[in-house]
């Protein structure tokens, strides 16, 4: 079983940078991680995607330019990097894992999932 758990979140304003950080416990985990977000009354949308395999990355157009999503495989640590934030970025972001994932993007293709990390950007 693994264990995901976000760090980082934060109140911040408009152009300001977070980083969140995932780390993964229970055991080394070796397959795909992502991030997604969630603002209230909508649903989690996906953010940025990175593979074990090759480090292939993937984001949503809407972060592209902006956020830059990493790994430390030593340490068991998924990142992101969020530059120029905007007040739409407010949202819960998630951290999840999965293996054996055809589409980054599908958020039912994951199977593990963090508790959730608060983004607030002030205007």
């Known amino acids: 079983q693994v264990q995901l758990v976000e760090s980082g979140g934060g109140l911040v304003q408009a152009g300001g940078s977070l980083r969140l950080s995932c780390a993964a416990s229970?055991?080394?985990?070796?397959?795909?991680m992502g991030w997604f977000r969630q603002q209230p009354g909508k649903e989690r949308e996906f953010v940025a995607s990175?593979?074990?395999?090759?480090?292939?990355?993937l984001y949503a157009n809407s972060v592209m330019g902006r956020f830059t999503i990493s790994r430390d495989n030593p340490k068991n640590t998924l990142y992101l990097q969020m530059n120029g934030l905007k007040p739409e970025d407010t949202a819960i972001y998630y951290c999840?894992?999965?293996?054996?994932?055809?589409?980054?993007?599908?958020?039912?293709?994951?199977?593990?999932w963090g508790q959730g990390t608060q983004v607030t950007v002030s205007s």
């Open positions: 999840a894992g999965g293996r054996g994932i055809r589409d980054t993007s599908t958020r039912s293709e994951y199977d593990y």
């Open positions: 229970g055991r080394t985990f070796t397959g795909t």
């Open positions: 990175i593979r074990l395999s090759g480090g292939t990355t």
